[in-house]
Protein backbone atom coordinates (compact mmCIF):
# COMPACT_ATOMS: atom_id res chain seq x y z
CA UNK A 1 0.00 0.00 0.00
CA UNK A 2 2.14 2.75 -1.45
CA UNK A 3 0.01 5.55 0.07
CA UNK A 4 -0.03 8.71 -2.10
CA UNK A 5 -2.38 10.65 0.05
CA UNK A 6 -0.76 14.08 1.73
CA UNK A 7 -0.21 12.77 5.73
CA UNK A 8 -2.38 15.46 8.20
CA UNK A 9 -1.15 14.69 11.74
CA UNK A 10 -3.37 15.20 14.46
CA UNK A 11 -2.84 16.43 18.07
CA UNK A 12 -5.97 16.78 20.80
CA UNK A 13 -4.95 18.79 23.27
CA UNK A 14 -7.12 19.87 26.31
CA UNK A 15 -5.97 22.92 28.67
CA UNK A 16 -8.28 20.71 31.43
CA UNK A 17 -9.23 16.96 31.27
CA UNK A 18 -9.45 13.83 33.70
CA UNK A 19 -5.93 13.72 35.04
CA UNK A 20 -4.92 17.36 35.68
CA UNK A 21 -6.71 20.70 36.17
CA UNK A 22 -3.98 22.19 33.48
CA UNK A 23 -4.61 19.38 30.85
CA UNK A 24 -2.35 18.80 27.70
CA UNK A 25 0.07 21.83 29.33
CA UNK A 26 1.31 19.68 32.55
CA UNK A 27 4.97 19.66 32.70
CA UNK A 28 6.75 16.98 31.73
CA UNK A 29 10.53 16.22 30.39
CA UNK A 30 10.99 19.51 31.20
CA UNK A 31 8.69 21.33 29.12
CA UNK A 32 5.07 20.22 29.07
CA UNK A 33 3.26 17.18 27.00
CA UNK A 34 1.54 18.75 24.30
CA UNK A 35 5.05 20.66 23.42
CA UNK A 36 6.69 16.73 24.07
CA UNK A 37 4.08 15.65 21.23
CA UNK A 38 4.37 18.09 19.04
CA UNK A 39 8.28 17.55 19.52
CA UNK A 40 7.82 13.87 18.28
CA UNK A 41 5.60 14.79 15.51
CA UNK A 42 7.70 17.07 13.80
CA UNK A 43 10.05 14.16 13.64
CA UNK A 44 8.17 12.46 11.54
CA UNK A 45 10.01 12.39 7.44
CA UNK A 46 7.00 12.29 5.83
CA UNK A 47 3.76 14.46 6.36
CA UNK A 48 2.02 17.71 4.87
CA UNK A 49 1.08 19.49 8.06
CA UNK A 50 0.31 19.26 12.05
CA UNK A 51 -2.58 20.66 13.63
CA UNK A 52 -3.28 21.04 17.12
CA UNK A 53 -6.63 20.54 17.70
CA UNK A 54 -8.32 22.19 20.76
CA UNK A 55 -10.54 24.43 22.11
CA UNK A 56 -8.57 26.27 24.28
CA UNK A 57 -7.73 30.51 23.79
CA UNK A 58 -4.51 29.65 25.68
CA UNK A 59 -3.16 26.36 23.77
CA UNK A 60 -3.94 28.16 20.49
CA UNK A 61 -1.59 31.30 21.64
CA UNK A 62 1.01 28.32 22.55
CA UNK A 63 1.09 26.92 18.76
CA UNK A 64 1.22 29.94 17.62
CA UNK A 65 4.08 30.75 19.44
CA UNK A 66 5.43 27.31 18.63
CA UNK A 67 4.92 27.61 14.67
CA UNK A 68 1.92 25.02 14.66
CA UNK A 69 -1.48 25.52 13.23
CA UNK A 70 -4.70 24.87 14.75
CA UNK A 71 -7.66 23.72 14.64
CA UNK A 72 -11.01 24.91 16.56
CA UNK A 73 -12.80 22.12 18.48
CA UNK A 74 -16.24 22.35 19.86
CA UNK A 75 -16.34 22.41 23.80
CA UNK A 76 -17.78 18.92 25.02
CA UNK A 77 -17.58 17.37 21.52
CA UNK A 78 -18.33 14.08 21.62
CA UNK A 79 -15.51 11.84 19.91
CA UNK A 80 -17.40 10.43 16.81
CA UNK A 81 -18.45 13.72 15.63
CA UNK A 82 -14.86 15.37 16.60
CA UNK A 83 -13.31 12.61 14.13
CA UNK A 84 -16.16 13.31 11.67
CA UNK A 85 -15.68 16.75 11.33
CA UNK A 86 -11.58 16.39 11.12
CA UNK A 87 -12.48 13.84 8.17
CA UNK A 88 -14.99 16.22 6.25
CA UNK A 89 -12.03 19.20 6.71
CA UNK A 90 -9.38 17.15 5.21
CA UNK A 91 -10.89 15.18 2.40
CA UNK A 92 -8.69 12.56 0.55
CA UNK A 93 -5.84 12.70 3.28
CA UNK A 94 -4.29 9.92 5.47
CA UNK A 95 -4.68 10.88 8.97
CA UNK A 96 -2.36 10.36 11.62
CA UNK A 97 -3.99 10.95 15.71
CA UNK A 98 -1.33 11.27 17.87
CA UNK A 99 -2.09 11.87 21.73
CA UNK A 100 -0.12 13.87 24.11
CA UNK A 101 -1.08 11.26 26.72
CA UNK A 102 1.25 8.49 25.22
CA UNK A 103 4.82 10.31 25.77
CA UNK A 104 6.88 7.66 25.01
CA UNK A 105 5.72 6.89 21.06
CA UNK A 106 9.35 8.18 19.39
CA UNK A 107 9.69 10.04 16.69
CA UNK A 108 12.02 6.79 15.32
CA UNK A 109 8.86 4.78 16.18
CA UNK A 110 6.13 6.92 14.19
CA UNK A 111 8.61 6.67 11.04
CA UNK A 112 9.04 2.98 10.98
CA UNK A 113 4.64 3.14 11.25
CA UNK A 114 4.55 4.97 8.50
CA UNK A 115 7.02 2.06 6.48
CA UNK A 116 5.22 -0.26 7.73
CA UNK A 117 1.53 1.48 6.71
CA UNK A 118 3.10 1.98 3.03
CA UNK A 119 4.43 -1.82 2.52
CA UNK A 120 0.52 -3.08 3.86
CA UNK A 121 -1.82 -5.28 1.76
CA UNK A 122 -5.04 -3.30 0.73
CA UNK A 123 -6.84 -5.21 2.84
CA UNK A 124 -5.97 -3.04 5.65
CA UNK A 125 -7.89 0.79 5.94
CA UNK A 126 -6.55 1.64 8.71
CA UNK A 127 -3.31 1.31 11.56
CA UNK A 128 -3.59 1.05 15.32
CA UNK A 129 -0.49 0.46 17.92
CA UNK A 130 -1.36 -2.21 20.48
CA UNK A 131 -0.01 -4.20 23.04
CA UNK A 132 0.29 -7.60 23.08
CA UNK A 133 -0.61 -9.26 26.60
CA UNK A 134 0.00 -12.52 27.78
CA UNK A 135 -1.41 -12.94 31.16
CA UNK A 136 -5.11 -14.43 32.43
CA UNK A 137 -7.77 -12.24 31.27
CA UNK A 138 -11.32 -13.22 32.44
CA UNK A 139 -15.00 -11.11 31.31
CA UNK A 140 -17.88 -11.60 33.27
CA UNK A 141 -16.38 -14.35 35.05
CA UNK A 142 -15.61 -16.10 32.05
CA UNK A 143 -11.85 -16.85 30.89
CA UNK A 144 -11.16 -15.20 27.76
CA UNK A 145 -8.01 -16.72 26.39
CA UNK A 146 -7.43 -20.11 28.15
CA UNK A 147 -9.80 -23.06 29.25
CA UNK A 148 -9.12 -22.81 33.24
CA UNK A 149 -11.41 -26.01 33.69
CA UNK A 150 -8.29 -28.18 32.12
CA UNK A 151 -4.89 -28.66 33.14
CA UNK A 152 -3.04 -25.73 33.78
CA UNK A 153 -1.01 -23.63 31.69
CA UNK A 154 1.64 -21.33 31.35
CA UNK A 155 1.92 -17.57 30.33
CA UNK A 156 4.03 -18.05 27.57
CA UNK A 157 1.74 -20.68 25.97
CA UNK A 158 -1.13 -18.54 26.76
CA UNK A 159 -3.00 -16.83 23.71
CA UNK A 160 -2.36 -13.24 23.80
CA UNK A 161 -4.85 -10.87 23.89
CA UNK A 162 -4.01 -7.09 22.31
CA UNK A 163 -4.41 -4.21 24.36
CA UNK A 164 -5.66 -1.65 21.91
CA UNK A 165 -2.96 1.72 23.08
CA UNK A 166 -3.61 5.55 22.82
CA UNK A 167 -0.80 6.06 20.97
CA UNK A 168 -0.97 6.20 16.97
CA UNK A 169 -4.06 5.89 15.00
CA UNK A 170 -3.87 5.91 11.03
CA UNK A 171 -6.44 5.96 9.26
CA UNK A 172 -7.42 7.26 5.32
CA UNK A 173 -9.94 10.24 5.86
CA UNK A 174 -12.75 8.53 3.55
CA UNK A 175 -12.62 5.60 6.22
CA UNK A 176 -12.59 7.83 9.05
CA UNK A 177 -15.79 9.85 6.94
CA UNK A 178 -17.83 6.54 7.35
CA UNK A 179 -17.25 5.57 10.22
CA UNK A 180 -17.13 8.58 12.28
CA UNK A 181 -14.04 5.99 14.23
CA UNK A 182 -10.31 6.30 13.72
CA UNK A 183 -10.62 2.71 13.78
CA UNK A 184 -11.09 1.38 10.40
CA UNK A 185 -12.99 -1.95 9.21
CA UNK A 186 -10.29 -3.53 8.77
CA UNK A 187 -7.07 -2.20 11.34
CA UNK A 188 -3.84 -3.42 11.34
CA UNK A 189 -2.32 -3.68 14.67
CA UNK A 190 0.97 -2.82 14.87
CA UNK A 191 2.80 -3.95 17.82
CA UNK A 192 4.49 -1.89 20.63
CA UNK A 193 6.25 -2.68 23.35
CA UNK A 194 5.55 -1.70 27.01
CA UNK A 195 7.21 1.57 27.49
CA UNK A 196 5.52 2.82 24.35
CA UNK A 197 2.01 1.32 25.54
CA UNK A 198 1.93 3.73 28.48
CA UNK A 199 -0.64 6.05 28.97
CA UNK A 200 -1.64 8.99 31.26
CA UNK A 201 -4.84 8.26 32.97
CA UNK A 202 -4.30 9.97 36.05
CA UNK A 203 -2.05 12.44 37.57
CA UNK A 204 -0.31 9.70 39.53
CA UNK A 205 0.88 8.54 36.21
CA UNK A 206 2.44 11.93 35.14
CA UNK A 207 4.84 11.60 38.18
CA UNK A 208 5.54 7.85 37.78
CA UNK A 209 6.20 8.29 33.77
CA UNK A 210 8.51 11.43 35.11
CA UNK A 211 10.80 8.69 36.12
CA UNK A 212 10.96 6.67 33.00
CA UNK A 213 11.85 9.40 30.80
CA UNK A 214 16.10 8.81 31.28
CA UNK A 215 15.25 5.21 29.96
CA UNK A 216 13.28 6.64 27.18
CA UNK A 217 16.22 8.18 25.89
CA UNK A 218 18.12 5.27 26.14
CA UNK A 219 15.61 3.44 24.14
CA UNK A 220 15.03 5.49 20.82
Same mark, same amino acid.
Given at each position: ?14 ? #? ?93 ? +? ?34 ? +? ?71 ? #?
Amino acid at each position: MNYKKKLIIIVPALE #VNRYSKIGDLERFGGTSLLEWKVSQARGIKRYNDIFVATPSKKITKICKNLGIKTLLRKKNESLDLFHKNISLKFKDKLLMFLNPTSPFISQNLL +NNILTKYSKLNKKYDSLCTVFENKQYFFYNKKSINF +NYNAKSISRAKLKPVHNLTNGVHLIRSDVCNEKNNIIGNKPFFYKVNWLNSLEIQNFKDIKAMSFLIKYYFET #V
